[in-house]
Nanobody
Framework: QVQLVESGGGLVQAGGFLRLSCAAS????????MGWFRQAPGKEREFVAS????????YYTDSVKGRFTISRDNAKNTVNLQMNSLKPEDTAVYYC??????????????????WGQGTQVTVSS
């Protein structure tokens, strides 16, 4: 079992930045791949970014490349999402997720077994 708790969401103006954090507990953090997803009202949950077990490989959806950075600290059992140059279309509930049965390249929510409760990010225009 892996328990995940997100923090860092909030309201920001377009062009601003936020840093999301996800604290994990329950098993060896370095054994799981980590990802961030988001879900806007009326839309399906979508992949944002993921990172391999030791942070050597990262993956992003095209719309956030160059603006978002995912990172992890296995000593602190945390994964972060630095979000710069935010746009109104980034508004969503952001979820931290973990999987031990699929590679970090997996982009489907179904590939991730463990989920946090989500944190709201709102970008005003």
């Amino acid at each position: 079992q892996v328990q995940l708790v997100e923090s860092g969401g909030g309201l920001v103006q377009a062009g601003g930045f936020l840093r999301l954090s996800c604290a994990a507990s329950g098993r060896t953090f370095g054994s799981v791949y980590m990802g961030w997803f988001r879900q806007a009202p009326g839309k399906e949950r979508e992949f944002v970014a993921s990172i391999s077990r030791y942070g050597l490989n990262t993956y992003y959806t095209d719309s956030v490349k160059g603006r978002f950075t995912i990172s992890r600290d296995n000593a602190k059992n945390t994964v972060n999402l630095q979000m710069n140059s935010l746009k109104p279309e980034d508004t969503a509930v952001y979820y931290c997720a973990a999987t031990d049965s699929a590679p970090a390249t997996a982009k489907s929510p179904a590939a991730y077994k463990y989920w946090g409760q989500g944190t709201q990010v709102t970008v005003s225009s």
